[in-house]
């Protein structure tokens, strides 16, 4: 028997293990350190630290780097846990704000305040349908379920926003988003607090989350912050941070100590800040600034561009391409997976599936062109028209990791929720699409990672060079990726190849890398539950 081992394996030899071993770490350094270097170039472009003083280095090192090196070793030292906390703790605020700028900057300049009200109570329509066929005294078929929402939905959508828009008397944009999305935060927060520590709580905290969006509205205009994205900021980056921290008080004490980090952290931050503005120091020379996020001019001048229209862009793909992708692609694989036949024509379907994820992307913007443009009779370059044309492009990689998703719920547990008497669209819902949810949801987002950095599509469907910020959805859309391919063709000159093309890749990849570290914590938090 020994022999027979030994004969299928060939010759056992711990160094050529240890040797292999050692091929694979150092290929992966060398992957590392090469993207380290890179991003590093681009950074050292963008940003330009070596510019700034040296007391301005000097005085942030003190305020900044080594408490904060300190105080994250000593988080470690009590336990990986505490360390995590505190960098979830630094990096929820700052991306949240980031976000929550994008999100005002979208009811400032894009979507009136009145239109979103009225798309809102159109999609209430199909919600109270849907709630009311969840009941128990309602049992139809699955078909019949999806025919009464989508027909309610598709009657709200064209009757309800014309009689909104034409009402005499409409409330201010704020009170608007106040009622809109803050409302639903408190009864949502409210609800699920309440399960978790009681009614009382739950309620207080909603009540809470409600007033202060209520009263970031007011304060926001005296202050001239401005209303909107005050409401906006309260809302998805104040409001989230504060539960953040109840939730690690209340519920994980051992923790806590790690919120010790992010008050360093942004302490430190702060105070560095006041003190170079005190003294005088000048800093880093940054191409990566307020104004470069915020300036729509497009021309030839380096000192005067700005990504705002690209980034604006770009958000609104997003939301498209989302609204398009994700309910279409979780449902054909829920399809696939828990109601197809095994036929030759599933088959079928399965090995296209898996082509269309590796296909070009051009080719989708050729797909887009022909299908939305020439035989839709659509706009070219249109939002809607890129929006759906990314949405195709990522809409088999949604299909591949949800039907994965779900392959990774036991059977065992749907046979257990047909036992108790549940029917299939019961045992989907309730059973199947929670425990495959995280794994929909991280598959989800690394497909939008991908949608976010794409370029040729949208030159293929005639997306705009020379655009500004859309204010409909019919507009011609550019988007970040776009736009950096413009400034390397178009103004094709040394000072913007070193300048501000490099702060473009920077905002960029930050995007990109920010969601895809969003996808990966929430992936590890819903693996180690």
């Not at 609204?323 to 828990?338: I, N, Q, R, T």
């Not at 994820?357 to 370059?381: D, E, H």
């Not at 390397?488 to 895809?516: D, H, K, R």
Request: glycine share 12%; net charge neutral.
């Amino acid at each position: 028997m020994a022999t027979d081992t030994a004969s299928e394996f060939g010759e056992v030899s711990r160094r050529v293990g240890i040797a292999f071993r050692y091929l694979l770490l150092a290929s992966t350094l060398v992957g590392i350190v090469t993207l380290g270097f890179l991003l590093l170039y681009v950074f050292n472009d963008a940003i330009q630290p070596l510019s700034a003083d040296p007391g301005w280095h000097l005085t942030f090192l003190l305020t900044l780097v080594l408490p904060g090196l300190a105080t994250g070793w000593w988080c470690l030292q009590r336990s990986y846990a505490t360390f995590t906390t505190g960098l979830v703790g630094f990096f929820l605020p700052v991306l949240a704000s980031l976000y929550s700028g994008a999100i005002a900057a979208l009811f400032i300049d894009v979507i009136p305040t009145l239109v979103w009200l009225a798309f809102v109570v159109a999609f209430a329509v199909p919600v109270g349908v849907f709630a009311v066929l969840q009941r128990p005294t309602v049992d139809l078929p699955f078909l019949a379920n999806v025919a009464l929402v989508g027909g309610s939905a598709i009657g709200s959508l064209l009757v309800l926003p014309g009689l909104i828009q034409g009402l005499p008397t409409v409330p201010s944009g704020w009170v608007v988003l106040l009622m809109t999305l803050g409302l639903p935060a408190g009864l949502l927060l409210a609800r699920n607090l309440g399960g978790r520590w009681g009614q009382r709580e739950g309620r207080i905290a909603g009540i809470a989350a409600f007033l202060a969006a209520g009263a970031a509205g007011p304060l926001g205009t005296a202050t001239g912050f401005g209303a909107i994205p005050a409401v906006v900021l309260t809302l998805f980056a104040g409001v989230p941070t504060a539960l953040y921290v109840a939730i690690v008080v209340k519920e994980r004490p051992e923790e806590r100590h790690g919120l010790l980090l992010p008050a360093v952290l942004i302490g430190g931050s702060l105070l560095g800040a006041a003190l170079v503005s005190a003294v005088g120091f000048a800093g880093p020379e940054s191409w990566v600034d307020w104004s470069f996020l915020t300036s729509t001019v497009q021309s030839g001048d380096a000192r005067s561009v700005g990504i705002y229209p690209g980034i604006v862009g770009t958000v609104l793909l997003m939301f498209i391409v989302a609204a398009v992708s994700f309910p279409v692609g979780v449902g054909a694989a829920v399809y696939l997976e828990e109601y197809a036949p095994n036929n030759t024509f599933t088959r079928i379907v399965d090995v296209n599936i898996s082509n269309l994820a590796g296909v070009p992307s051009v080719v989708y913007g050729l797909l887009g062109l022909g299908l939305f443009v020439r035989y839709g009779g659509a706009r070219s370059g249109t939002l809607l028209v890129a929006g759906a044309t990314l949405a195709l492009l990522i809409l088999p990689i949604i299909i591949i990791s949800t039907r994965e998703a779900i392959r990774s719920v036991p059977d065992s547990m749907r046979q257990a929720s047909y036992g108790m008497g549940a029917t299939r669209w019961q045992t989907v819902r309730n059973v199947v699409l929670p425990r495959a949810f995280p794994g929909i949801l991280t598959g989800t987002i690394l497909a939008l990672s991908r949608a976010i950095g794409e370029t040729a599509p949208l030159l293929v469907i005639g997306a705009a060079q020379v655009f500004g910020v859309p204010d409909s959805w019919s507009s011609t859309i550019g988007a970040m990726p776009l736009q950096l391919y413009v400034w390397a063709s178009t103004y094709a000159s040394p000072e913007f190849y070193t300048t501000v093309l490099a702060a473009g890749i920077v905002v960029l990849l930050t995007a990109m890398l920010t969601m895809n570290s969003i996808a990966i914590f929430v992936r590890n938090k819903y693996q180690q539950r």
